[in-house]
Structure formats: C-alpha cells, structure tokens
C-alpha cells in the first residue's frame, strides 16, 4: 500500500527518552503524495506537526495536530482544489508486553484509540497519516453549488450553464415515458 512507504524519522520517539511530558512541532518535507479513499493526493505543502507525548503509568497519551496543503478534484466536475487540512489526533500506546495481560473484552474495547508499541518506540506516523484522511470530505467539492459534467457529452456545465445535449438514443425501456411528456 502506498501510505506505507511514508516515514519520516521525526515521528519515532523512543520512550526512554524523555522524563514526563515531549512537546515537539516538526515540519515533513519529503511527503509528496498521500493515498486517500477516493484518490492519491499531492502534498502541497510541508505538513506540519505538532505532538505532545505525556506518560501516565505504563501508557503514553499522543495528543497532536497536523496541517497541511493538499490537492484534491472536485467530485462532480473533477477540476482541482487545494484543501487545507487542520486536524487533530490523540490516541494511547501501551506496552506490547501487557497485552497479553487484558481479557479479551478489555482488548477489544481497548482497540478504539489504543496502540501497542514495541521495544519502546512509539511511532506517530501512522496517527498523521489518519488525521490528514480523515480531514478530507468524502465528496470534495471546488464549491457547494458546483453543476458538474454533462453526462453525455461531458462539457463543464458550470463554465456553460445552458448547455444542453440532445441524443437521438433513448433506453428502449423509456419510451413510453418520453411518449407522455409529449402529449
């Protein structure tokens, strides 16, 4: 998968590494694209981070921000759009070692915002990758009124409001609907 491939040494933290509380805001340069659901996006501009790593017994509380640039296409006409993502992203990491410890209920419940790290490297790409996701809408839109592509012809219908296609093919199965109109 091509989020996969994004990494950035910036977002690993080794837990031993610092005391009680890591405050860091760092700026990824080397992202130029990002898979989304609908389409990969181009990075428009260096994402931004800003992270707060805090301990709390055995568990690490990631809370943070990521901002950034991205280009997307318009569902309905296709043309591009630049999307400023502003989103914000928290989430636990426990120890590995201890899940072996919760019940399987308590494991299920816990996978909501839990993570497990690994020979104490916690590692924040994978919650920037999410937060950057799911701050761009399912249908983009390059403005809510947008009229999109005539379905027969696809000419942009908001660049030529009275466009109007004629096809001489109708659905055989219509006809008797375009009989009606007629009359």
């Known amino acids: 998968m091509f989020n996969e491939e994004l990494k950035s040494s910036q977002l690993i933290v ?10 860091r805001r760092i700026i990824i340069k080397n992202w130029k694209e990002i898979e989304l659901p609908a389409e990969n996006s181009k990075i428009l501009s260096p994402i931004e981070v800003f992270f707060m790593l805090e301990k709390r017994d055995d568990q690490v509380y990631a809370s943070g921000k990521v901002e950034t640039l991205l280009q997307l296409h318009c569902s309905r006409c296709l043309k ?13 990491y426990i120890d590995r070692r201890y899940e072996k410890f919760l019940s399987k209920s308590e494991q299920l419940k816990s996978l909501e915002n839990t993570i497990y790290y690994d020979n104490s490297i916690i590692d924040l790409t994978n919650r920037v990758i999410e937060a950057i996701i799911l701050a761009v809408p399912e249908i983009p839109l ?11 012809c696809g000419v942009d219908l908001n660049e030529n409001p009275n466009h109007s296609c004629e096809t001489d093919e109708i659905d055989p199965r219509l006809m008797p609907l375009k009989k009606l109109l007629e009359k």
Do not use: A, R, T
Not at 14 to 23: L, R
Not at 80 to 92: A, K, L, M, R
């Open 14 to 23: 080794e837990f031993d590494k610092f005391e009680k509380i890591m405050e």
């Open 80 to 92: 591009p759009i630049e999307y400023w993502v502003d989103e914000n992203f928290d989430s636990i």
């Open 142 to 152: 390059c403005k809510e009124d947008c009229k999109g592509l005539c379905q027969i």
